[in-house]
């Protein structure tokens, strides 16, 4: 079956502006992960939602920054007045059920670019 | 809180030689253990784990880890790279109870010279 997908691929914005990225993840899986992964450094989580609701948001750097899943399927990372230490590639995974045991799906990521 | 030192950012091998890939953690509970891989502009996909019995996983494409709680280490290792196995590796943990995200480490890349 399909993959988590990520739309889109690649963002360029100007510094000051408000961007949404879409993650869809594998059908059936109830577990969804955002993480944020600058350049030459390992991925680090912002989010996390089992079902609709955001199970651990203690990655979220700061307040301009915010995720939904209102129907428990597609997420939506958002981030409002964005600055250039934004910059970065924004993973999204998902997993079949709640559980640190459970395999991460990742996406292949959104590119994000704040000029 | 959990942490993951990968103590080589750059590992380069001659095909057909062995390699071995260094993975450290620190964590005040029990952790359950992950390497994945990207490959070059690919997603991340898991390449083993380690929940619990033999501390000795395995991979399908001959990639093997082991646990070491003493050592707090988590090294992988393949006696005979490809060209094919160049990419970047992470190195992973979450806790056993608690948070279900995973902490990732810095990556190693893993280049394979003919």
């Known amino acids: 079956g399909a993959g988590v997908s990520q739309t889109p691929s690649n963002k360029v914005t100007e510094k000051g502006k408000y961007v949404e990225l879409r993650c869809d993840p594998i059908?059936?899986?109830?577990?969804l992960y955002w993480y944020r992964q600058s350049l030459g450094q390992g991925p680090e989580f912002l989010i996390y939602f089992q079902g609709t609701g955001a199970a651990d948001d203690s990655g979220l750097p700061n307040d301009r920054f915010f995720a939904v899943r209102p129907e428990g399927s597609v997420s939506t990372l958002k981030i409002q007045r964005t600055e250039r230490g934004d910059s970065a590639m924004y993973l999204c995974a998902s997993s079949p059920s709640a559980g640190s045991r459970e395999t991460q799906y990742f996406g292949p990521g959104t590119r994000l670019l704040v000029l | 809180a959990q942490s993951v030192t990968q103590l080589d950012s750059q590992v380069p091998v001659f095909e057909e030689a062995p390699v071995e890939l260094r993975c450290n953690y620190s964590?005040?509970?029990?952790?359950?253990l992950f390497w994945y891989v990207q490959y070059p502009n690919q997603g991340l996909q898991l390449l083993l784990k380690?929940?619990?019995?033999?501390?000795l996983v395995e991979s399908i494409n001959g990639f093997e880890a082991e646990f070491n709680k003493s050592q707090t280490s988590f090294h992988l290792r393949k006696p005979s790279v490809h060209i094919s196995d160049t990419a970047e590796y992470f190195c992973?943990?979450?806790?056993?109870?608690?948070?279900?995200?995973?902490?990732f480490g810095q990556g190693t890349r893993l280049t394979i010279n003919p």
């Open positions: 964590s005040s509970v029990s952790v359950y």
């Open positions: 380690y929940l619990s019995g033999s501390t």
């Open positions: 992973a943990v979450s806790g056993v109870q608690g948070a279900q995200k995973l902490v």
């Open positions: 059908s059936g899986h109830t577990a």
